[in-house]
């Protein structure tokens, strides 16, 4: 018999971390999916830059934690549909910031109130004290596996 620990994975964090981030981003990627053919990179991107216009793709990458690799061509894809437009910057010619076109910011505001209704019916499962508290532990557990940079929000 092992010395090492048995591992239950039905019990194991990571795993049910893992587990329910996959379906619950399963859920809302229908919307994206069906109606506007965009796989679930090419919504992070849109998401992103529909809250802060003027990332590059390696802000993008670091945001949403995706590599940049999968950013480049995510984005390449959605600028050949015109979605996307990239621009290089005046004043450091390094630098692409990226912005939504129209038809980006029709699709941002199509999926945005169905993902919202989405996360509305998961909060429903809970309590509002009960959603405060899941949004803590969140925050905290984040800081555990993200120490200098916070994952979300905290930095802004």
Do not use: C
């Amino acid at each position: 018999m092992s010395d090492n620990p048995a591992l239950s994975l039905d019990g194991f964090l990571p795993y049910r971390l893992s587990v329910l981030s996959n379906a619950v981003s399963s859920k809302i990627a229908k919307i994206y999916e069906q109606e506007f053919e965009l796989s679930v990179w090419q919504w992070r991107i849109i998401a992103v830059l529909g809250e802060r216009e003027g990332l590059t793709s390696t802000e993008v990458a670091q945001r949403t934690l995706m590599d940049k690799p999968t950013v480049s061509r995510a984005a390449a894809s959605l600028i050949e549909r015109g979605i996307l437009v990239r621009s290089i910057d005046s004043d450091d010619r390094r630098r692409a910031p990226m912005r939504l076109t129209d038809e980006g910011r029709a699709i941002y505001a199509a999926v945005i109130p169905r993902a919202i209704e989405s996360e509305r019916e998961l909060l429903n499962a809970i309590t509002e004290d009960e959603a405060e508290t899941l949004h803590r532990l969140l925050s905290r557990l984040s800081a555990v596996v993200s120490p200098d940079k916070p994952l979300w929000g905290e930095d802004e």
